[in-house]
């Protein structure tokens, strides 16, 4: 009789998994504490996992797990937001929730399987207000823009003090390029050639506009939906816990998901990135009171249709399929090409910003 020989299943990167890398983590930073449970709090758009740990004699903690993109810019991005949550100045000592330490250092777990990694980073839990309503009054608007100005400039202030990133908008543009030169995108060949091209004009454009050397580079988190943040009775700024997309850039870079926040459509379920709401009027109103407080200068305008584009290239396209649950990044990836790219020159008029802020 033949032997059968039955070999174990290849075991999936299930939730089940995503808890023991947890307690893993947790064992190797603090075994004295033991865990009372982990509940999952994500918000199971983004393949990145947020869970709730409590203990039986500490407080609890928050820990995020992620495994797509490199471990080093993983750990230099929270290396660097943990700086900026040490350092930001008041009012806003208090708005980013702190990771964890250990001997003086960020801790970040590295867990290796033999098909699959994956990266552990812990936080303090952080206080909640209010958040804000699906769509903006004209009050909600005005008061963003002046706060988002303030806040940004706290960022400047502190942005001397912090590590230097190794990668900028040019770099992902430039590794995205190389990714399909090399045959290593899976994309139609119409599609790729209108990524290189829109590349090329991103490239160009921020060669114009000299982003590299003389745009101010801060701490930028990207993703400002209104689930990301909370904000006092006044409408300011008050506590934030979503780092997906944090990076050093130029602070214009936040100003896509803004015009998003303030769109007369309000905050949507089903959600597209049309560039449209960079010009619709509530923005412009944004965009004023936020010059008022920090201003503006013409480069920095023009470069809104820039920022605009690499979201798209970056975020949408280059690591839309890692970070994205499937079904999102497969919608979203097909707007790009049909829709969002194809429309950025026709629909997006820096010199309708520029009048109103008369620059």
């Not at 075994?31 to 509940?39: Q, V």
């Not at 199971?44 to 869970?51: D, E, F, L, P, R």
Request: proline letters at 3%.
């Amino acid at each position: 009789m033949e032997r059968v020989i039955r070999r174990p299943l290849k075991r999936k990167m299930e939730k089940l998994d995503n808890y023991h890398i947890i307690r893993q983590a947790w064992r190797e930073f603090d075994d004295r504490h033991e865990i009372k449970g982990i509940f999952d709090v994500s918000a199971h758009v983004s393949t990145n996992s947020v869970y709730k740990v409590s203990f039986y004699n500490r407080q609890p903690v928050f820990a995020k797990l992620s495994d797509y993109g490199k471990f080093e810019h993983f750990k230099e991005d929270h290396v660097i937001i943990n700086n900026l949550a040490n350092n930001l100045e008041i009012p806003y000592e208090t708005f980013l929730a702190q990771s964890l330490e250990k001997r003086n250092d960020l801790y970040i777990y590295r867990y290796y399987s033999q098909d699959h990694c994956a990266w552990v980073v812990f936080y303090n839990p952080i206080k909640v207000k209010n958040k804000l309503p699906r769509r903006l009054e004209d009050r909600h608007v005005k008061k963003m823009g002046r706060e988002l100005a303030r806040f940004h400039k706290a960022c400047y202030n502190i942005s001397a003090q912090l590590p230097i990133a190794s990668k900028s908008v040019v770099t992902d543009i430039h590794q995205l390029t190389k990714t399909i030169r090399e045959q290593k995108f899976c994309a139609t060949q119409a599609q790729k050639d209108l990524i290189l091209k829109q590349c090329d004009v991103f490239l160009n454009n921020a060669d114009h506009y000299n982003y590299m050397t003389e745009i101010e580079i801060i701490p930028v988190f990207v993703d400002w939906n209104i689930g990301n943040f909370s904000v006092t009775p006044e409408g300011k700024f008050y506590s934030r816990w979503d780092y997906d997309w944090f990076r050093m850039s130029s602070r214009v870079m936040d100003f896509y998901f803004f015009s998003r926040v303030c769109s007369d459509i309000g905050d949507r379920t089903v959600f597209s990135y049309v560039v449209d709401t960079l010009m619709e009027e509530r923005f412009i109103t944004f965009l004023k009171e936020y010059h008022k407080i920090y201003p503006l200068t013409e480069p920095e305008v023009r470069l809104i249709e820039e920022c605009y584009r690499f979201f798209i290239l970056n975020y949408v396209i280059k690591d839309g399929p890692y970070f994205f649950q499937e079904s999102y990044s497969r919608k979203l990836q097909k707007e790009a090409y049909e829709v969002y790219l194809p429309r950025i020159e026709s629909n997006f008029q820096a010199e309708k910003l520029l009048r109103a802020l008369k620059l």
